[in-house]
């Protein structure tokens, strides 16, 4: 035994980010034993057992002592099977059965099987960040394919066995490999015929960065304008890819398509919980609208989810977070995305149809369309009412704007906004101004633009937050145009956008 107390590097998964343990080992006399503290959870305290096993299997001694084993820090409840390998080690090296050359430098996640083998865990990536900022060198199981940072070294450890070489002698390191996505698996907007109004409102929805609506029948194309909206957003940024690969991983979801560049795009069906859509559980994971960030999140058959799972949506879309609160803490999950929504006009889908006459009575279509109202309805700014395509177009295989060209589109758009923004001074003082005036004041327009505008909101009686709606799609479409003020046909094409409002 070459020391009373010997303690490793080690971490745990807290939300969807690695937070830094201390594995300390003690011991001393007594009957043998294994006793864990600090909070640990039941995957924890398993592997006393595993332990046991894996020592037994390469030809370790399990010490005859009373072991304690810390977990530090004690005040935060430990969970994961990541805690094994650093538990395994720190035996190992206090009992003078491993070398401790660079054992302090290195931190340790991995499961460990009754053979000895190391298994990685979930949260790879997180614990890649956590040892890249801790100018820690990672020890992890061996995991096939690799499914970690891009261009960051890791170190695996197959083995305990292993461990008797020392620890520089006993891994290998891996590097992380570019991911290529084959050509045939990406969808293109060429392939949607006769909706070029709905791909310029989605064009857009990109742009602004606006919530979207698709009303139609079904069979008119809504999921497939949707599920290529991902083909027209720019490139995600270095941090907002770490972010989603850091979810992803901590959700056990495949990286691949992240790595390669992809945006995430999420579609839960209308049969998901609270816990499932936002987050939750124990210990707390995190949900759909968190594994859609930096991508799109898409509910189809928008009247059928139930309103309070759509109500949880309200402070996600505002913030760009989920904030979930429990007894030993509160998690803060990252939930900035795209939302893009689907919905039939009626319960049989046929309202308004030119070919199909509807079914429903007056009373199901009220009661199914103030499903579609309410707080949340009032955060998307865009509504778009898509019709069944002509049959012919869809024979004769007519093609109109691709995704590159739509992309191109929302690249100037974001491009001028940014630019706009940066030169931009102070907005003009509006205080004791009405809803209108706060409006015209905020968003640069020309007097026609003005004078149109009040046209439009008296005509409608649109409230202060459809004027600042109107608003705010006419800004995005100057942007597209590159205009400095917004015109006239600026805010006309946009009130073409904001489908059946009441407000």
């Given at each position: 035994?070459?020391?009373p107390?010997?303690a ?14 201390t594995?300390?080992v ?18 924890v ?18 010490p ?14 430990k ?17 003078g ?6 054992l ?48 960051e070294?890791?170190?695996e450890l ?5 461990l008797r ?14 991911v ?15 909706q070029?109004v709905a ?5 857009i929805a990109?742009?602004?960065?606006l919530?979207?609506?698709m009303?139609?029948?079904p069979?008119?194309g ?15 940024s ?8 850091c ?9 691949t ?13 209308h049969?998901?919980s ?23 999140l ?15 949506l309200r402070?996600p879309?505002?913030e760009g977070?989920v904030r ?27 309202l ?7 079914t429903?009575?007056?009373a199901a279509?009220e ?14 700014d ?10 012919s ?31 931009a ?11 209108l ?5 905020s ?19 649109l409230?202060?937050?459809?004027i ?9 479409i100057?942007d597209?145009?590159?205009?400095e ?5 600026h ?11 009441t407000?």
């Amino acid at each position: 035994m070459t020391a009373p107390v010997y303690a490793v590097h080690a971490a745990c998964i807290r939300g969807v980010e690695a937070v830094p343990v201390t594995v300390e080992v003690s011991m001393g006399g007594g009957l043998p034993c294994i006793q864990i503290v600090g909070m640990p959870d039941s995957t924890v305290l398993e592997a006393r057992s595993r332990l046991r096993c894996a020592f037994k299997s390469v030809g370790f001694d399990v010490p005859r002592h009373s072991i304690t084993i810390n977990l530090a820090p004690s005040d935060m409840r430990k969970t994961g099977t990541g805690l094994d390998l650093p538990i395994a080690v720190a035996i190992l090296a206090l009992s003078g059965q491993i070398p401790l050359n660079d054992l302090d430098a290195c931190l340790f996640v991995g499961e460990l099987a009754l053979d000895g083998s190391v298994g990685s865990v979930r949260g790879e990536v997180a614990y890649e960040v956590l040892a890249r900022d801790s100018h820690l060198k990672l020890i992890e199981g061996r995991s096939s394919p690799y499914r970690g940072l891009p261009g960051e070294p890791r170190f695996e450890l197959a083995n305990i066995g292993r461990l008797r070489m020392g620890v520089d002698k006993a891994v290998s390191c891996c590097d992380g490999e570019p991911v290529h996505v084959p050509p045939a698996a990406v969808l293109d907007y060429a392939d949607v015929v006769g909706q070029e109004v709905a791909k310029r409102g989605i064009a857009i929805a990109a742009t602004g960065n606006l919530g979207l609506l698709m009303v139609g029948a079904p069979g008119s194309g809504k999921t497939m304008l949707a599920r290529r909206m991902t083909t027209i957003l720019p490139e995600l940024s270095r941090q907002d890819q770490q972010e989603a690969l850091c979810i992803h991983s901590v959700a056990g979801e495949d990286l691949t398509g992240l790595l390669a560049g992809e945006r995430p795009f999420r579609s839960p069906h209308h049969s998901i919980s609270t816990a499932g859509l936002v987050g939750g559980g124990r210990p707390v994971r995190p949900g759909e609208i968190s594994l859609a960030h930096g991508g799109c999140l898409f509910l189809d058959e928008l009247a059928e989810f139930p309103s309070s799972v759509l109500q949880s949506l309200r402070q996600p879309l505002e913030e760009g977070c989920v904030r979930i609160v429990r007894v030993d803490g509160m998690f803060t999950f990252p939930a900035r995305f795209q939302l893009i929504a689907a919905s039939n006009p009626c319960p049989c889908g046929y309202l308004g149809d030119r070919d199909v006459a509807c079914t429903c009575s007056a009373a199901a279509i009220e009661r199914y369309q103030s499903k579609l109202a309410g707080p949340l309805i009032d955060r998307i700014d865009i509504v778009i009412n898509v019709a069944r395509p002509d049959p012919s177009l869809i024979i004769e295989g007519a093609e109109g704007m691709g995704s590159h060209e739509l992309r191109g589109m929302v690249e100037r758009g974001r491009a001028f906004a940014t630019h706009r923004r940066t030169c931009a001074g102070e907005p003009p003082a509006t205080r004791g101004a009405t809803a209108l005036e706060r409006a015209v004041a905020s968003f640069a327009m020309t007097d026609d633009a003005a004078e149109t505008l009040v046209g439009m909101a008296r005509q409608n009686h649109l409230t202060g937050r459809g004027i600042k709606r109107l608003c705010r799609i006419a800004r995005t479409i100057a942007d597209m145009d590159e205009a400095e003020r917004i015109g006239r046909g600026h805010v006309l094409e946009a009130s073409m956008f904001q489908g059946r409002r009441t407000s």
